[in-house]
């Protein structure tokens, strides 16, 4: 009997994911607990393991091509023809399964008064579509001819014809005018999820190169863009000194040098300011959530990661009750696991407030766009030395400039200064992070 390999939902938003590369191939055998292909969601890329055993007799979607949760990846036994059974409406590149047979779209076009054809495919070139869309158009009436594809390719997907159809772009009817007919593609494209289209689009000459959105780098594309437009920002700086810091970061490295312990880090010590100070000011660690404010009762510090496609903000949870010791050793088995492609989805969720440390980078200060649903952000630039006034005199200083951008619907000036007042604090007098 044929099982499924069906594309699994991989972190809480997830709607659809990638295929970046299969580890098996048709004819090999896969026991529970393989990790059978390499998954790009909207957070990472992630292993995806097998929940079946036996032989992989199809593959349905090849890499790079994206599928929806539920679609059908991979199909294990039976006689290799296909899926064997429907994958709860999701969409593959495959032929559909018998339920939904390859003419029923063709006759449920032929049901609907026809539309203009565009004239790009007036030489009978066919439209790329997945077979999923192909029936949800016979549903909606909307003409295929008209609609942007996002799939690879400009593969029309699901998704395309249900935005075309909420923005009016379907089959124009027989009497329709031509005006009427301009005027739904416009709306059309108005509805589509991604802002691409209404963006100024640069001029591209054939030596310039052109990259390929990954699933990670739109969603952090769509949510920055998100976060700017729907969140009234406001920023508050601080500079504090950070020799009192490094000086006891030296001494407690020196002493683990001796004894093989742990080493820390100076982001470290910020990550346990940051959460401490949340405790001394609890009205920061907070959520907007339409009529009502959400106030969580313990800390989940995401800590901004950089990776080759992006960023990503895996979670300390419960970061409250946590030692300097746990926060270092877990900060450093996220951030390996981070660039290795191997966190799992639940280490992204519950994130409260998140860390964001250029400093090695050499960054001085900068302002961070607040992730939601959290209201607050913390920028961290580098420890530099400078010239500072000192009981009247200019004496050489080590200082650090802190940032925090905050969502004003949850957070007022008044507060989010006495956070940043309790941070710079702690960097101040480190000792008290200690207790």
Known sequence: MATNIEMPKLSDTMTEGTLVKWHKQVGDEIEIGDVIAEVETDKATMEMEAFDEGTITSIEIQEGEKAPIGAVLAVLDGDGSGPAAASGGGETSSEPEPEVKEEAPDKAEEAKP???????????????????????????????????????????????????????AKKASGDATAAAGLAAAAK??????????QAVQPVVKDEDETIELTSMRRIIADRLLLSKQTIPHFYLHAEVDAAPLMKLRKEINAQAEQTHGNK????????KAAINAAQTVPAVNASFAGDSIVRFASVGMSVAIAVEDGLVTPVIKGAETKSLLQISKEVKDLAVRARDKKLKPNEFDGGTITVSNLGAWGVESFDAIVNPPQALIVSVGGAIEKPVVKDGQIVPGLRMNLGISCDHRVVDGAVAAEFLAAMKKLIEQPALMLI
């Open 264 to 271: 820390y880090s100076v982001n470290d010590f910020i990550l």
């Open 114 to 168: 026809a539309a203009t054809p565009a004239p790009a495919r007036a030489d009978g070139e066919r439209i790329k579509s997945s077979p999923l869309a192909r029936k949800v158009a016979g549903e909606l009436g909307v003409d295929l001819a008209g609609v942007q594809g996002s799939g690879p390719g400009g593969r029309i997907v699901r998704d395309d014809v249900e935005a075309a159809a909420k923005g009016g």
């Open 188 to 197: 059309s494209k108005s509805a589509s999820p991604a802002p691409a289209p």
